[in-house]
């Protein structure tokens, strides 16, 4: 059973456009979320995170909102450069559990940023 | 600094056959993680080392899947009898502190493949 979704396989956007990633999870106790971007060949690096307690964290050109009631989860990227072109994972945890390093990881959505 | 290393970055074996991968992680890290990710699914957590603490393996699909971490630093990961399923992707992270950023940093991976 797939706890955390990404519904979405891939992505294309233009460059400048924006680009909304989606993530829906099924468990309840999670209460901390994460996206990690992977190039190929690379492993996954952290991008942004945001804890239940928000629905928004922004950090630069990258936004996430939480919507708790939807179990929904989304990542904002704007504006959109060639360069995001990359997997884009999403993933979640019980941070306040006795297992908050369990990391429940997505599929993944891979974005292609055209120029 | 260095990030987290794995070796080898490509393993290509025959069924039956035992394999064991091995991770760096960063200088300092107390926590090591192992994942997995097969063709098509998100990664897939399958045991986690924190200091001198229990390992949680409850990650691990089978008892041919073992891992030791020595002297809290170098992992090794170990498939005994390999099959065809096994063929993934296996990623190591590694972390300062499970706390509420829980960052993980992830090595390239090793690209197993079971003929």
């Known amino acids: 059973d797939q706890q955390v979704k990404q519904n979405s396989p891939s992505l294309s956007v233009q460059e400048g456009r924006i680009s909304i990633l989606n993530c829906d999870y099924t468990?309840?106790?999670?209460?901390?979320f994460l996206w990690y971007k992977k190039y190929p060949a690379e492993g996954p690096t952290f991008l942004i995170s945001?804890?239940?307690?928000?629905d928004k964290n922004e950090d630069g050109r990258f936004t996430v909102f939480l919507n708790k009631s939807a179990k929904h989860l989304s990542l904002h990227i704007v504006p959109s450069q060639p360069g995001d072109s990359a997997v884009y994972f999403c993933a979640a945890t019980e941070n306040s559990g006795g297992s908050n390093y369990k990391l429940t990881f997505g599929k993944g959505t891979l974005l292609t940023v055209n120029p | 600094g260095a990030g987290v290393s794995q070796s080898p970055s490509n393993k290509v074996t025959e069924k039956g056959k035992d394999v064991e991968l091995r991770c760096d992680p960063i200088s300092g890290h107390t926590a090591l993680y192992w994942y997995r990710q097969s063709l098509g699914q998100g990664l897939e957590f399958l045991i986690y080392?924190?200091?001198?603490?229990?390992?949680?393996k409850s990650g691990l699909p089978s008892d041919r899947f073992s891992a030791e971490r020595t002297g809290g630093s170098v992992s090794t990961l170990t498939i005994q009898r390999t099959q065809q399923e096994d063929s993934a992707v296996y990623l190591c992270?590694?972390?300062?502190?499970?706390?509420?950023?829980?960052?993980?940093?992830f090595g390239p991976g090793t690209r197993l493949t079971v003929l």
């Open positions: 468990n309840s106790m999670f209460d901390y």
């Open positions: 080392f924190q200091g001198n603490s229990a390992p949680d």
């Open positions: 945001i804890s239940s307690i928000k």
């Open positions: 992270a590694s972390s300062s502190y499970r706390g509420s950023n829980n960052e993980q940093f």
